[in-house]
């Protein structure tokens, strides 16, 4: 394992003989601009969140669309908007999980920021506010947001007619239905998502009040997982900026390398090759190419921290053997 990830002195020698200093530099430079690439995309979604992985996810096609879809957590807003089941009847609206996620939420924030008694009514009166526009939107919207999941019921019907998917008219009006869903589902969830993040943000900042010691608190949404698309949006940019200065310092390239070319390989599956509704993956296709080839030549040797690791290992691991002889 540990020859893989790092090349000796004489197959470093080997290697420079067989690319020459020309191949070596092409080389450094193919490291440097994905490590860049890389770099910039963690950057970027760090220093402007938003969340873009719902989307990709949704978009999955292929074999393993299931499983990506599977990732996009409350897909469809069910759990949001209160979805319940009714038989025979308009579905319901139950918004009584998210009153207690934020009933549960002001508790947490009092132990959080350890507040006496004092502190409460003012917290109280945040979250009584946010409940007050809560059941606000819920009276405005409530027709609306039944007539939503009457939509998606109807859709999950036409999903499981296997009859339905081989016609292709048909196919044609259940990606109909899918589009109008969409329209209503982000005009819907943006106003309840803003409600979400307005009693987070408040609520920190009454109980914080002058005190920045303490981290702001996490408001945990309903139904999350441990890998959702929501865990998704806070990992991904950190480990792409991880790979990309691991690439343009040189350091750790083959372990960088495989997790880059693992990402990106999912990427590429999520919209399966010669699917009729794939996107084109060629940037990424190619890149994952370009990045096992690092991987394969231990390019973190060419001008990179990999070679002084190396040096340094050779030394100690030759004092070792210089003290046991």
């Given amino acids: 394992m540990l020859r893989f990830f790092a090349i000796g002195g004489s197959a470093l020698e080997r290697s420079r003989a067989t690319l020459g200093w020309w191949g070596g530099l092409t080389l450094i430079a193919l490291r440097l601009v994905i490590g860049f690439h890389f770099t910039n995309e963690g950057l970027d979604k760090i220093l402007h969140p938003h969340p873009f992985t719902a989307p990709f996810l ?9 499983w990506f879809h599977g990732m996009v957590w409350d897909k469809d ?5 209160g979805y319940q089941r009714s038989e025979g009847m308009l579905p319901q609206v139950d918004m009584q999980p998210t009153r207690d996620a934020w009933g549960d939420f002001f508790a947490r924030i009092v132990v959080h920021y350890n507040l006496d008694e004092q502190k409460w009514p003012e917290l109280e009166r945040v979250l009584k506010s946010y409940l007050r526009l809560l059941d606000a939107f819920v009276q405005e919207h409530k027709e609306e947001i039944q007539e939503y999941f009457q939509g998606v019921e109807r859709r999950d019907a036409y999903r499981r007619d296997p009859n339905r998917m081989e016609v292709a008219s048909l196919r044609e009006q259940l990606a109909r239905i899918e589009s109008e869903l969409r ?11 803003a409600l979400w993040a307005g009693l987070e943000r408040d609520l920190n900042q009454v109980a914080a009040g002058q005190d920045n010691s303490r981290s702001p608190l996490r408001l945990v949404r309903l139904g999350r997982r441990w890998l959702d698309s929501e865990t998704l949006n806070q990992v991904v940019p950190w480990f ?3 790979v990309g200065l691991c ?13 880059g070319a ?3 390989a999912a990427i590429v599956v999520s919209q399966w090759p010669g699917d009729p509704q794939a ?6 296709a190619i890149e994952l190419a370009a990045m096992l080839h690092l991987v394969a030549l231990g390019a973190g040797r060419w001008a990179g921290l990999d070679s002084l690791f190396a040096r340094c290992c050779r030394s100690c691991c030759g004092r070792r ?5």
């Fill in 58 to 66: 949704e978009n999955a096609v292929g074999p393993l669309r299931g």
């Fill in 77 to 81: 807003g069910l759990l949001r908007l």
């Fill in 183 to 193: 329209s209503k589902r982000q005009a819907l969830l943006a106003r309840i998502d």
């Fill in 240 to 242: 792409d900026l991880f």
């Fill in 247 to 259: 690439l343009v310092t040189g350091a750790l390239v083959r372990v960088a390398g495989l997790a």
């Fill in 262 to 264: 693992v990402f990106l």
């Fill in 279 to 284: 996107a084109p993956t060629w940037a990424q």
């Fill in 321 to 325: 053997q210089g003290q046991t002889s």
